[in-house]
C-alpha cells in the first residue's frame, strides 16, 4: 500500500474521524527509519488496548508497532488469547482465525501474497502467546519452519494461560503451581528456542521486552531475514503480572529480574550464516545512509 | 473506450480468459473417458486457481497430486503439502484472506479432523472450494464409501453440493467458483462426491477446450477487507466483541450468523441460474418417487429401469445442492407422491430426515435403502424396499432376514 492510497479527498478531510485523520497526517507508513523513538512524537499503529493496566504485553505491542520496517506493506496474523483482544485496534491489516493455527494461517497468507504481487515486499509477521505457539499449535509452528515458510513467528511467552485465567503452559516453568498444575509443572519449560534453531529458523531471540532500542532491533532484524532468507523466531518475555501476583507497575521490573545472566531469559540469539551476512549488509548500507545524510546537513549548514 | 476487462487476453500458459457463460455453456465439448481424479485435474486447469494445499488420505489423494502436476506445468499459482487437514484447511484460509483464489479437496476422516475451520471459512467469508471425496468416518477404519460427513458439513454455513457424476463435478468446479465468488455470496463450497464411486470410476466428460479458462478472482469484490494492505487498515471495532458481555456483543455475533445463512438463501438464484435449478426431476407424477443425491441417485436410475420392465412406474428427484435447501422445489416435486423412497450411503439417513422437514405428510417418506461402511447398494434392494412399500410381495435378498 503506498501512502497516496489512504490520502483523504480535501473534500471529505473535515468530515473523516479524527483518528483515521491522525493516520493519514501522522502516522509513520513509509518512513524508513521509523522506530520506538517515534512513540509520543506521531500517531501509533495501535490506539488503545484492552488489556491489564500495566500488562507487559501492551508495551510489547506499542514496541514492535513501532518497529515494523514496512507497515503498510505488512499483515499480521494473530491466535486467541489476550492478543487477539489487542489486534482489532491495530492498524495493520490483521487475522484472527482460530487457536493455535497462526503459522499455518500465516503460510498461506505469505504464499498467496507472493503470487499476487510479484516483484513487491509484503512482509507477514505473527503474533502469538506460548499457549498458541507451543501447545496447540507446536505442529503448525515446526512445519510452518520445516518448510522454510518466509515469515517472523514473535511469541509472548507469559509462561501459562493468561486470557483463560492462568493455566499451566509448555513454557511455564518446572514446579510453578497453576491452574491444572494443581502439585506444580511436572516437566521443564519447553526450549522453544533451541527447537527453533535445529527447525531451520534462521535467527531466533530469547529476550524480554524491557529495553525497547532491544526490541526494536531484533523486530527488524526478524523481519528483514524472513524477507529475504527464511523463517525468523521471536520469544519475548511479557509477564502476566496478574498470574503471577504482581501488581500493575512490577512488570518493568519482573522482566528486568528475568533476563539477567543466569536466568531464563537472558538474551540469547542464534543467527544462520545466510542471516549474519544479510544483516551485515544492511548494518554497512544503513552506515552509509547516516554518513551521506550527516554530509548532506553539514554542507547545507 | 479502453477496457480493464482481462476477457479475451492472455494467461502465462496462453489459456484465453474467457467470460465464463460463453466457456460452461456455449464453447465447444470433448468427450473424453477420465477417471473422477482426472476431470478434477482438468477442471482445475481451467479454473486459474492461485493457491492449491494438498494433503494425502484416500479417496482423495490422487486427485491431490494430480494437481500438484498442474502446478509443475504452471497452471497454478502455488502449491504445496500441508501437514495435517487441519493445518491445510488453516493455510487455505490464510491464502484466501490474502486475496487468492484457492482449491483443496479431502475426505472422510480428513473432514472431521478439518471441522473446526469450516464455519471460520463461512464466518470470514473465504469462497475456498474444498472438494469432499466422501467415505467412512467412523470406527473401526474404513476407506470406503459413505457420506457421513455431509451431515456435519450441512451445518457449518459453506455452500454444500452433492455431485452425481464425473460430469457433474467437471462443471460444477467452474460454476462453483462463479457462485460462490459472487459479491452477494462470498461463501465457501464444499462440492461433495461418494468417493472411489466417482473418483475412480472411468466415465465420458464432456470437456471444455483446454486453452479457454475463468476470468482471475477479483478479492476486492468481497464484502470484506482483503488481508493484504492494499486498501487503508480500518480499527476494526473499539473493543472486541468477546470482551464484552452485552447486548451489542451478542447482537454482533447472531446478526452475523444470520448473514452467512442469508448469503447462502442468496446463492441461490445465481446457482438455478448457473445449473439449471436445485434439483433435477423425471416422471415426478409418479405415485413413487426416489429422491436423493449422489451416487444414490445413480443407483436410484437402475432400480427405476428394473421396476419399468416389470410395468410398475417410479419416478426420480436428483437433489444437486443441500445447502442451499431446496425445500420448496422438493415440496412442489412430491406433492402427489404417496411414496417418497430416500435411498442413501450412510447410516444415519440424514437426507430423509431433511426431506421429511421440509414436505406435509411426511410419514410419505421412506428413509431406506441405507448402506454404509462402503457396501455398496445394489439396484434391487431399492426395488425390494418400494416392492415393500407398495404391498407387493418379492423374493427377500439373501441375509436381509426380511
Redesign the interface.
Known amino acids: 500500500?503506498s501512502k497516496e492510497?489512504?490520502k483523504i479527498a480535501p473534500e471529505f478531510f473535515d468530515i473523516m474521524p479524527p483518528?483515521?485523520q491522525d493516520?493519514v497526517t501522522r502516522a509513520t507508513y513509509g518512513n524508513e527509519s521509523r522506530g520506538w523513538k517515534d512513540i509520543g512524537t506521531s500517531k501509533e499503529l495501535i490506539?488503545e488496548h484492552?488489556l491489564c493496566a500495566g500488562c507487559p504485553e501492551s508495551m510489547a505491542f506499542r514496541y514492535i508497532l513501532a518497529s515494523l520496517p514496512n507497515p503498510?506493506?505488512?499483515?499480521m496474523?494473530g491466535s486467541t488469547g489476550c492478543t487477539?483482544?489487542v489486534?482489532?485496534?491495530?492498524?495493520?491489516?490483521?487475522?484472527h482465525?482460530?487457536f493455535g493455527?497462526q503459522n499455518?494461517?500465516?503460510?498461506?497468507?505469505?504464499?498467496?501474497?507472493?503470487?499476487?504481487?510479484p516483484g513487491r515486499i509484503?512482509d507477514v509477521v505473527v503474533l502469538a502467546g506460548d499457549g498458541a505457539t507451543v501447545d496447540i499449535g507446536l505442529?503448525?509452528t515446526l512445519?510452518a519452519w520445516f518448510?522454510q515458510e518466509k515469515f517472523t513467528t514473535i511469541c509472548f511467552d507469559n509462561e501459562l494461560y493468561a486470557n483463560t485465567g492462568g493455566q499451566e503452559s509448555g513454557l511455564m516453568q518446572k514446579g510453578f503451581v497453576a491452574k491444572m498444575a494443581p502439585v506444580g509443572k511436572t516437566f521443564e519449560k519447553v526450549r522453544l528456542p533451541e527447537i527453533a534453531r535445529e527447525s531451520g529458523c534462521h535467527y531466533v531471540v530469547n529476550c524480554t521486552v524491557s529495553k525497547p532500542s532491544l526490541v526494536e532491533k531484533v523486530i527488524k532484524n526478524a523481519v528483514y531475514v524472513a524477507r529475504e532468507i527464511g523463517p525468523t523466531y521471536l520469544q519475548l518475555y511479557t509477564p502476566c503480572i496478574l498470574e503471577i501476583g504482581k501488581n500493575s507497575m512490577e512488570g518493568l521490573q519482573e522482566m528486568r529480574d528475568s533476563e539477567k545472566p543466569t536466568e531464563r531469559f537472558a538474551y540469547k540469539e542464534y543467527i544462520s550464516e545466510p542471516a549474519k551476512q544479510l544483516l551485515a549488509e544492511i548494518a554497512a548500507k544503513e552506515k552509509e545512509r547516516k554518513a551521506a545524510a550527516k554530509q548532506l546537513t553539514s554542507q547545507e549548514a | 473506450m479502453e477496457t480493464t476487462s482481462v476477457i479475451g487476453t492472455k494467461n502465462k500458459k496462453g489459456q484465453v480468459y474467457t467470460d465464463p457463460r460463453v466457456m460452461m455453456n456455449e464453447a465447444p465439448r470433448t468427450p473424453s473417458f477420465f477417471t473422477g481424479s482426472e476431470v478434477i485435474k482438468e477442471a482445475v486447469r481451467r479454473a486459474s486457481v492461485?493457491?492449491m494445499?494438498a494433503y494425502p488420505i484416500t479417496p482423495q489423494s490422487e486427485a491431490a497430486a494430480l494437481i500438484g502436476e498442474l502446478f509443475a506445468e504452471g497452471y497454478i499459482?502455488?502449491y504445496?503439502r500441508?501437514?495435517?487437514e487441519?493445518?491445510?484447511m488453516?493455510?487455505?484460509?490464510?491464502?484466501?484472506?490474502?486475496?487468492?483464489r484457492?482449491f483443496t479437496t479431502t475426505a472422510g476422516p480428513g473432514t472431521m479432523r478439518a471441522m473446526?475451520?469450516f464455519p471460520?471459512w463461512a464466518g470470514?467469508r473465504l469462497p475456498i472450494q474444498c472438494i469432499v471425496t466422501c467415505r467412512g468416518i467412523n470406527s473401526p477404519l474404513s476407506i470406503q464409501p459413505d457420506t457421513i460427513e455431509i451431515s456435519y458439513l450441512m451445518q457449518t454455513g459453506m455452500l454444500v453440493w452433492h455431485a452425481e457424476t464425473a460430469q457433474d463435478f467437471y462443471d460444477w468446479i467452474m460454476k462453483g467458483y462463479m457462485v460462490s465468488e459472487e459479491p452477494d455470496v462470498h461463501l465457501p463450497l464444499a462440492l461433495c462426491c461418494d468417493g472411489f464411486f466417482v473418483t475412480h470410476t472411468k466415465d465420458v466428460v464432456n470437456l471444455t477446450p483446454a486453452d479457454m479458462c475463468l476470468p482471475p478472482y477479483d478479492p476486492y469484490r468481497s464484502p470484506v477487507?482483503c488481508?493484504?494492505?492494499?486498501?487503508?487498515?480500518v480499527?476494526?471495532?473499539r473493543?472486541?466483541f468477546?470482551?464484552k458481555s452485552n447486548y451489542i456483543s451478542y447482537a454482533t455475533h447472531a446478526s452475523w450468523q444470520q448473514e452467512v445463512w442469508a448469503a447462502i438463501e442468496r446463492s441461490r438464484k445465481h446457482t438455478i441460474a448457473w445449473m439449471d435449478g436445485l434439483i433435477e426431476t423425471e416422471n415426478a407424477d409418479a405415485d413413487v418417487l426416489i429422491v436423493s443425491s449422489g451416487t444414490a441417485v445413480s443407483q436410484g436410475r437402475e432400480a427405476i429401469r428394473l421396476l419399468a420392465d416389470e410395468g410398475i412406474r417410479v419416478g426420480l428427484v436428483k437433489i444437486k445442492t443441500l445447502r442451499p435447501w431446496p425445500g420448496e422445489e422438493i415440496r412442489e416435486a412430491t406433492k402427489n407422491a404417496k411414496y417418497i423412497i430416500v435411498p442413501e450411503f450412510n447410516v444415519v439417513g440424514w437426507m430423509a430426515r431433511e426431506i421429511k422437514a421440509s414436505i406435509p405428510n411426511s410419514d410419505r417418506v421412506i428413509a431406506g435403502p441405507h448402506v454404509c461402511g462402503g457396501m455398496t447398494m445394489p439396484p434391487e434392494i431399492i426395488v425390494e424396499q418400494i416392492k415393500h412399500a407398495l404391498g407387493i410381495r418379492s423374493a427377500a435378498l439373501a441375509g436381509r432376514g426380511s
Open positions: 500500500m492510497r489512504i483518528e483515521y493516520l490506539e484492552s503498510e506493506d505488512t499483515v496474523v487477539s483482544l489486534f482489532p485496534h491495530v492498524a495493520v491489516h490483521n487475522i482465525s482460530l493455527n499455518a494461517v500465516a503460510s498461506g497468507l505469505k504464499r498467496a501474497l507472493t503470487v499476487r504481487f509484503k505442529d503448525m512445519q518448510r | 492461485d493457491v494445499i499459482g502455488d504445496f500441508g501437514e495435517s487441519f493445518a491445510v488453516s493455510e487455505c484460509a490464510g491464502a484466501a484472506f490474502g486475496g487468492a484457492v473446526e475451520n471460520m470470514a477487507p488481508m493484504d494492505m492494499e486498501c487503508p487498515p480499527r476494526m471495532m473493543d472486541p468477546v470482551m
